[in-house]
Structures are given as C-alpha cells and as structure tokens.
C-alpha cells in the first residue's frame, strides 16, 4: 500500500495536492444549508457537483443528504445559468416544497459569474417561502470556507433585529461539527440555564431516527423564526474561526449583537472557555453539575496519563478541529509532532507554533495548505506514535504501522461518530477513551507472551 | 401491485405541467403481451431542480473508466472537490502482478492541480506542467492520465498542447480527456470521451501482448469488490487467456495489448460498448455481450463464449467447471433462497447493473417490479436494434465521435481471430451470438416498470405504490428507503462487501441481501408502548 511514495525526504512537491486533506467549499455550504430546517440546498452547476457532494455528506453521516441542482449541460455553460436556476426555484417549490431553498454556487457558475443575488430577485419565490445564496468558489479555501459563507448568507438574509434591548438569549455558531458536537454545546448552555439559538443545526437532520415515516425535512434543525430572532440576542458565540467568526462578524455589524470568538470546545481549556463566555456574557454561576463533569474529566486524565503522556501524535484535518485536538493533546502531555490542515490561512501556523512554543514542545512540523502526501513524507523521515484524523489516513496507518485514530471529516469507515461528541466534557472522555484504547490495543498486540499482561 | 393499476399522471400530481411532461417519456411498463419495447426516452437533459441521481461526465470519465487503470498517474486537473470525492470511492480493487510490481500502483492516490483563483484568471497551462514535471520526477510512471472539470473548458486551457509539450520532454504517454462535467447530461458522456482516448491512444501500441489462441479481453468490468478476479478464476479455469480486463485491475502495460486478443466480452455495455465497436471495425475482433451476475446468467455466458470458439474440448471443458462450480454453491444459496423467495424489488444504478442484478434476483427466487438507470440510452433499455434510430442532440452532439477504419496491417476477418470456418462464424452471427444486445425490456417481469433518470421524488412515490421488499440503489438513495422501513443494498459499491460476480460471487450476495431482509431491527421500528393488541409485532 503506497509503495509507490518515494522513500526520502521530498522537495519536489510543489504544485497542486497529492491526497488532499480538504475539499471544495459546496459540500460545507450543502452541510451549513441541511442545518435550517426545512430548507433544501441547491446547487447552481452542473449536477455531478451535487451528487459528489450529496455521496460525501451521506456516506459520513450514513443518513440522507438532500439537495437540488441546476443541472446544466453545455448551453447554459455558454450562455449562463439564470433560466436553469430559475426554473429550478420554481419546480423545487413545487415538487419538494421547502420552506427555504438555499442555493450555492459551484466552480462552473462562479466561472461563468452568474448574478445570483438578481437571478433570485427575479424568480419567482411563494409567499412566505425564502431564497437564499452564498458564492462557494471551488477554487479558493476548501469546504470549510464553503460553510462559513453559507452561514455568512444565512445571517445576511435572514436574522434581523427589532433594536434594543436584547433579549436574554445567546446565539450559538457552532462550526463544521457533528450533530452530536451541535447537541452537546447545546446541552451544556441549556445546563446553565441560558435560552440559545443554534444554527446552522444538524441534530436531528443528519442523524435523524428510523420511525418508518420519511420525512423529506427531518424535525430537526434551526426555524427559521429562530434565525431571524437571533438578531435579537445578547450575545453570539462563535465556535471556529475558520467556520464561524466571519458569520458572527457579519450578525454583529447587521444587528449589533456582540461576536465572541472561542475555539471549538474540544478539550478542556476549550470547553472551559465556553463555560466562561456563557457565565461571564450572562452572570450566571456554573452549575455543579457541570463542574462534577469536568472534574470527571480531571479524574480521567490523571487515572490514564500513562497510556499516552509523551507519546508522539500527527494530527490532520480542517483547522477549527485540528486546533483545538492540538491544544487538547498538549494538556494530555501527548506531543503534537506533525500537525497538518489542507485548508488556507497563515494563522494557523501561527496558532499552532505558539501552542507548541509555550509547552515547550521542540521540533514538531507544522503546515496549512498541506496534504496528506506531505504528511507521510514527514513520517517516513521519522514516524510517530498514533495518527489522529479522518478516515483518509487509513493509507499511512496501514504502511506505517501506526494506529489511527479517527477525528473529523470524512470519516467513511466507521459508524455511530456522527451521534457522538467530541466536544465539551463527555468529548473529553471519549477521546481519552479512544485514544488510550487504541494505543493499549497496539500495545496488546504487539506484546510478546510473556509481557502480555492483564491489568494495563 | 402491478403497472396496469399505476397511473402515472396520478403520481406525479405535483410536477408542473412542463415536468410532468417531459418525466413521463421516461416510465415504460411493460405490459401483457407487448411484442416489443414501447419507445422511452433517454440520455436527454436532467429537469433544473430535479434532485436526480446522475453524476457529470467528469464522474464518467475519471470516476469509472479512466481512474482504475492502476499503472497510471490521473491527474484531475481543476479545483480540488472533483478529484478529492473520485479518490478511492468506486472501489476498484487491484493489486501488483508480475506485469506491475508494488511501486508502479497510483490507483489508492488523488492528484490534483488544484486550481487556485489566479489560475482561474491567468489560465492553469503552466501549473499543470508544472505538476507533470514534478510528479514524473517523484513517482516514474508508465503513463499519465489528465482529466479536466468543470472550469477548465470555460477558461480554455489547451490540454493537448500541455500534453504533447508533457510527451515530448518525459518520454512517456500523456493522455488528456476534456470531460468537463457540463458536456452531455450524464456520466455517460464521460464513458464515451473516455473510450475514444483509450482507443486511439493506448490500444494497439504494444507488442507483448500475451500469445495463444483463447486470449479474451474483458471490457466494462471494474473489478468492483473483486467481481473481475471471479470472473477471471473461471475463464482461466476453463482454459482462457486474460489479457486485461477495462479498467477493473488494468494497466496501461496491457491496455495497449488490448488488440492481441481473439475475442472481446462486453460486461457493461453502456460503459463500454464504443471500444467493442472500434475494435471490431479496426482490428476485426469480434465482441460478445456478457453477464456474469447470477448463477444461470454465468452458465449461459461461459456457453456462449465457448460457441465462439468452437472447439469441443474447450466445450466439454465449459461443463466440467460449471458442474464442479454449481455442485460447491448449490446447498447455501438454497438456504438463502428460502429466505428471498417470492419477495420484490427494485434496482436503480448506472447503466447496466440494473439489469444484470435481475439475473441474480431471480436465481434467489426475487422478481424485479421497477429498474431505472442513471445514464443509460435508448439500446440500454430497447437493444441494439434502435440505435441507427437515435436522433441526436445538441447535448450529445458535442461527444466526439471517432470514425476509424480497418488497419491496414493488423485488421483480420473476425473467424480468423476465432480460428474459425467463415461459414461457421456466419451461422453464429445469424443464430443473433455476436455483437447484439436486446437491452432489459426482455427481462422485466409482466407489470413491471423501467424508469430512467429516476429521481427523489418519484422513488418515494414508487416505493409507496409498489412496497417492494428490498431496493438496490446508490448511497444517495439508501437512507431514504431505509428511513420508509425498507431495506437496501448499495449496487454501486456493494456496501462494501463482494465480489458479487460469477459462482462464488452469487453466494456472497445471496447472503447479503438474505441478512438485509432478515436483520432483527426491521422487527424492532414500532416501541412497544405503541403496538396495538391485534398488531403484536411489527
Ligand atoms: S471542485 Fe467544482 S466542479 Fe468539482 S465538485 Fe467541487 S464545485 Fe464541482
Ligand atoms: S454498470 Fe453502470 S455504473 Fe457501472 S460502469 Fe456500467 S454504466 Fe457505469
């Protein structure tokens, strides 16, 4: 497997991605649209984009990923794409009726430059139905810059705000997460007693239960009268820079609601720091409760240190989750040797160094825009204890001989993740489970007879 | 629940008149009686705003035909997402031989230009040579591969310019394909690109092609699962010579010895089918329709490729492996069978495995009620026999047709290449054995309904109409029948099991689809605080 990699160190690798570690921006604004409820996603190209990007959503979450495409061929290539679109609002409405048909862009539209802002004034939208729209040029960022400009259109169309005061409620962004991450931040802030609104919002889209009744827009997601309302809160968390910051920017600028920017609360110091910005934006105590799980989590992390302190970790992924799973491992004593995002943005290097700096951590690699090409040609060069991210480094694993742990998006050879929270304190719990499982299960593996042992 | 009492126009209520219009050309039902295939419509324009199931001609081109070749380096030349969702989903399984050693297998990697905004603006040519030159420099393939998407037409980038510029500097094939997604309406134009390149690029440009004379070519098979390793134990088996199977476990080493071999079989014909056409033009091979999904639907093949030949060793020998083979599988897929028999279902793939599949079904004791393809054409469903009337359009009118002619040096009558009397061969030919393909009207049950370009809506109100037992589909569909308490296997990728082909093959899926009918959730959807006292299970 990989056998073809080149055995040394690489400088040749320059130009475009060998094995990506990121995609192109229509899948994160398909995901950010399937959070509203009722809402369908359109997308403007021709419709291969769409059922890629409807097969990646889908084989990740394992439940369906609705969407509608302008299916253009040739002519409207040439000529443009405002009589497909158009025809496409009209018979969306009236075959699927959506409350809300959200509409991207693919590479081929933006290409062509089709206006979608006046294609949409001039279809032809029921009352009381609503078209909204985010540019998702393919060939800038990856599908992450893709959700956070959905979420950017979702707050420019829709929240609004009735002027001051605001009302005591926070708004959640919650950035390209599972739906069980969505749940847990919930459930913490509903744990001290603050009203929030989230959106987008998958729980109970995109792991929506079996009840033999298909329903075409799941119970889940975030109302749309919620959204608007949102302009009308106290206060925005937003959760990931990369996905979420510019939409509470935007929310902040249209309704004056004040933007926190927190990392994704993956870990403790994380998670910790969304307890604060809830107490502190609200003057609200913390409530026992949540203090017993995170001295669970305390309990945990001195109980198993020795399963993983000082073991050598890559992490790779999109960079709000890789930032925060780097900061987590840090406080687990692991080291972060090779940390890696296929997404842009100078920060994130930045971050990162800065994290490794400060816990004294010497000669770890850190990169954006990499892939995972140049991730194995690292760990040729000197491998590492476990691999941290999705399911694509299955390759390395398996040719390395290393144990992946899987973390992020796509993962596409696994179940149950999508239901299952990596952030807050039960995250916590469950990637110290995951994490020091895997190393003892290579650990029993690898014993000979006689070190194999009961109690580890 | 039969087609009489399906009233099509009924179900489609909510369609605009223009949709219902245009939708209804695409439902056939087969009915009593009917003599011959009624007319449907195919290969035209998806509806905007229909979420249909097709994929582009990109998806096509590198997606399914090009991608596998495992030798090759296919580099997608575009943004990042076209690539980054055809890396490693089709599971094309293939692995070294002694004609590909370990170091010269690509096909578990993605390579991207990844085109930036200022390519977009400035046009990608210098960026694409460059990633050439770099990846020649690190990895020494055989072969390139370079697909184009979506925005690369647009902006007019000279792929054959930067190939041939590619070509000439390294010394090794550059092979482009301009299967941007937008040309034709399905990933059925992308199969056809993709065959024109192959076939005037690769095929009959190598010398060491193996010699004998049962060498067999297998064309449309994937090895999807390892169908193709299944197919080839038994041709093998048998006394057959693979030379390569397109593009399931291929390399370029043996595609371009594709036209060393006596006889071509043809397993997906909508996929493939141009490359069985321009062979036999060029070469003078002879191509067979094939299908080794289901028992019987293997046996019939193996007789009909033994009749190609002739000979009557090699014919006794056909029925020594089909009995050796029958007598290993028979008592577990009667087991299987009793839990399958007597229930329905439907297939929706491509553009031919909603066909093939009802072989299998029907071994199980199943009956098919509705097939829809993707992409498929009008011959796909109605045979061979309609193509001269296909008329086309703007949309397919932009594929490239390549009109070849008899080799001056290589072309031989076809009963040669069989090693066979003209009269012979003319007799075979009369008798309807080569080159034809009567399409899946055929095959579907009385009330049964072929469908094409299905879509979302119309699935639902299928499902709803005929209740079927089990749906095979692709992963976009799959949730949703499971959602309405139906169970579904994914025929695109098998869910991840296989191989699916040939004797063994039948077994597999047989106890697939038995422990999807069977899993002892189906039991458990209604709680028990909900079921009424008549009710008692679900
Ligand atoms: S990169 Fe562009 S053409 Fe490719 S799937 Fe993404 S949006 Fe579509
Ligand atoms: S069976 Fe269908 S999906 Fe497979 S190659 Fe043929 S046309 Fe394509």
Redesign the interface.
Known sequence: ??????KGP?D?????????I??????GAMYAALGIHGCLP?SH?????C??????L??HF????????????????VFGGAG??K??????F????PDIIAVHT???S???GDDLPTIIKQSEIPEGKYVIHANT????G?HITGFSNMCKGIVSYLAESDGNPKKEQLNIFPGFVNPGDMREVQRIVTEMGIPSIMYPDTTDVMD?P??????MYPSGGAKIEDIRDSGNSKLTLALGAWSSAEAAAILQDKCGVPGVPLKLPIGVKATDALIMAVKDGFGVDVPASLEIERGQVIDTMIDTHFHYQGKTVAVFGDPDLVIALTEFLITLGMIPKYVIT?TNGKNFEKIINEMLEEAGIEGSKVKAEGDL?DLHEWIKEESVDLLMGNS?GK?IARAEDIPLVRVGFPISDRAVHPLMPVTGYRGCLRLIEMISNTLLDRRDRDAADEDYELVL | MTVTDLNVDDMMT???NK?LKNRKKHIVAKTDGAASCPQIEANT???????????????GCKGVVVGPIKDMIT?TH????????????RRNKARADDRTP?????S??????????S??VFGGEK?LA??ID??V???HPRAINICS???I???GDDLGAVSKAAEEKHGIPIIHYNC????????SAGHHIANNQIMEKMVGTGTDGPAGDRVINILGEYNIGGDGWEIERILEDIGYTVNSILTGDSAYANIKNLHSANLNLVQCHRSINYIAEMMETKYGIPWLKVNFIGVEATIATLRDVAQCFGDEDLIAQTEVVIERELAAITPELERYRSICKGKTAFTFVGGSRSHHYQYLLKDLGMEVVVAGYEFAHRDDYEGRDVIPTIKSD??SK?IPELHLEADPDMYEEPNLHLNMSKEKYDELVEAGHFATYDGMYPDMVDGGVMIDDPN??ET?ELIEIFHPDLIFS????????????VPSKQLHSYDYSGPYAGFRGSIIFAKDVANALSTPAWQM??PPWDKTETEGGD
């Not at chain 2, 575009?78 to 989903?89: A, L, M, R």
């Open positions: 497997m990989l056998d073809c990699t080149p690489v040749t690798h320059k130009t475009g991605t060998i094995n990506p990121k995609t192109c921006q229509p899948l359109h190209g021709s419709q291969g984009c059922a890629y990007h409807r097969m990646a889908t084989r394992r439940d369906p990923a609705m969407a509608s495409s302008s299916s253009f061929t040739e002519g409207a290539s497909n679109l025809t496409s609002i009209k018979n969306v009236a075959i699927y009726n693919t590479c081929l933006e290409t062509i040029p393919s060939y800038h990856s929506s079996l009840l033999k009744t298909y329903e296929g090409f694509h390759y | 909510p369609y605009p949709v324009r998806t509806v905007p705003g229909i979420i249909s199931q097709r994929g582009c001609c990109y998806a580099i575009g943004p990042i997402g076209c690539g980054y969702y055809s890396w490693g989903t370990p170091e010269h297998i690509f578990a990697m993605c390579f991207s230009t990844d085109m930036q905004e390519d977009i960026k460059k990633m770099e990846v420099e690190i990895f998407t979506c925005p037409g647009l902006i941007e997604g937008y040309k034709g309406v399905s990933q703007a949309d932009n979302h809506y639902e692709g992963i976009r569909d799959k949730y949703i029948s499971h959602k309405m308490g959807i209604t």
